[in-house]
Structures are given as C-alpha cells and as structure tokens.
C-alpha cells in the first residue's frame, strides 16, 4: 500500500464551476476525513467518514460542499458553484479506528484548489 | 472550544544545532492527545511525535522529543542535531481523547516553518 493517494494534486478553475477531488486511502482503513487549509494556517477539519457513512460535518462545510464514500473505499469531494474564498488544500486522511489505539491520522499530499 | 497556539510563524537553526517550537493549547477537557506533524514543501503531513495527557513522562522518537506541560498547557517539539531534511512546516495539534464514538478532530496550531541553515 503507497499511503493515501489524493487526485488532482492541483486543480484551477474559474468562478462558478464544479470542481471534483478524489481521496484513496489506506485499504484497511475504516475512517476518512477531509481538511481544508488555507495558506499560512493550519488544517480545519470539514467532515469524515466511517466506512460509508458520513457522521459529521462541520458548519465549513456550506451547501455547495458535498463528500461521498459510496462504497467505504475511495471519497470524493465535490464543491459546485466555486467562489474564490475557495481556494485552498483540501487534505484528505484515513485512519484505523477501533476501541484501543490512538486513531492516528494518514495524510495524503493534498488537492490544491485556484478559484480564478 | 479547543485552540492551538504556535507563536513562532518562523524559525531558523544551523544544520546539527538544537531547536526548540512552542505550543500551546487551551482545554477543559483531562484526558485527550497531543500532536506534532511535519509538512514539507508540497509533500503530505507526517506524523512526527504523538504524546498521551495520561502519561507524565515525555514522548521521544529519535532526534524529535517533545517538553509536555500539562498543567501550563505547553507542548513544545525539541529537534537534535538538526539536519537538512527536517525543514518543513510543523504543526502542533490536539485530539480529545472521548467520546471514542466521536469524530476525534485534530484542532491545529497555525504552524511554524522551520529553516535548516547548512
């Protein structure tokens, strides 16, 4: 396993358009999150998944966000009608959660957004 | 709510010399986690160093140890015999510990670069 793969590693769009991000994480992990961090801060947490199930969101997170893991494997982020307060990382990370252990996050290298 | 603070938004140390960057964090909660990650120029966060607010003795790894004050809330990262690789952003962040059921989000610090000088 390579890690936590992210695609588009940078993505420009215009003002207005759908944009798609996809996250593969680490196969045997059951949980997935979304990060947004923009330029000299650090990553604000948006949401995340156990298996397939989305469990929280954060008020980050407006009505043109929307996050899927349909199958509990890969997620997809999709942000519709982009506005240039958009522009930032979106970080995505998986981890193995259960009753014992730290939950330790796996980061993948991230989709850097440009709003033109 | 939980905020992390990293007053440093830069740093500077000579190639082998010994570097010390702050944090500090603001809870109500007991029991939770504490976290250094590193991220290098367009590379992916890693983790550097992970201390439990149970435990009183400092985590170490390596060349990485960390000085955790729990009653101060401070939890500062101290690199040995700084080497080239380790130029990066590092990032304090915190992790309540329960409800387990829970998200269990990392709250971040807004980081600190941190510049190796050979």
């Known amino acids: 396993d390579t890690g936590v793969s992210q695609n588009p590693r940078h993505k420009i769009t215009k003002r207005g358009q759908n944009v798609t991000f996809r996250c593969d994480p680490i196969?045997?992990?059951?949980?997935l999150y979304w990060y947004r961090q923009t330029l000299g801060q650090g990553p604000e947490f948006l949401t995340y998944?156990?298996?397939?199930?989305?469990?929280?969101k954060s008020r980050l997170l407006s009505d043109r966000f929307s996050a899927e893991r349909p199958k509990g494997s890969f997620s997809t982020l999709e942000i519709q009608r982009t506005e240039q307060g958009d522009s930032a990382m979106y970080l995505c990370?998986?981890?193995?959660?259960?009753?014992?252990?730290?939950?330790?996050?796996?980061f993948g290298a991230g989709s850097r957004l440009t709003v033109l | 709510a939980q905020t992390v603070t990293q007053s440093q938004p830069e740093m500077s140390v000579q190639e082998a010399e010994t570097v010390t960057l702050s944090c500090t964090y603001d809870?109500?909660?007991?029991?939770?986690?504490l976290f250094w990650y590193k991220q290098p120029p367009s590379r992916q966060m890693i983790l550097v160093i992970r201390?439990?607010?149970?435990?009183?003795q400092n985590a170490t790894e390596n060349r990485f140890s960390v000085n955790f004050q729990k009653a101060a809330k401070s939890f500062s990262l101290k690199i040995s015999d700084s080497q080239l690789g380790d130029a990066a952003m590092y990032f304090c962040?915190?992790?309540?510990?329960?409800?387990?059921?829970?998200?269990?989000?990392?709250?971040f610090g807004q980081g600190t670069r941190l510049t190796i000088n050979p």
């Open positions: 196969s045997e992990h059951n949980r």
């Open positions: 990370a998986s981890s193995l959660w259960g009753n014992a252990g730290a939950n330790v996050l796996t």
């Open positions: 998944f156990q298996n397939e199930a989305q469990l929280e």
């Open positions: 962040a915190y992790r309540r510990r329960k409800p387990i059921q829970g998200a269990q989000k990392l709250v």
């Open positions: 201390q439990e607010a149970y435990k009183q």
């Open positions: 809870t109500s909660e007991s029991d939770y986690y």
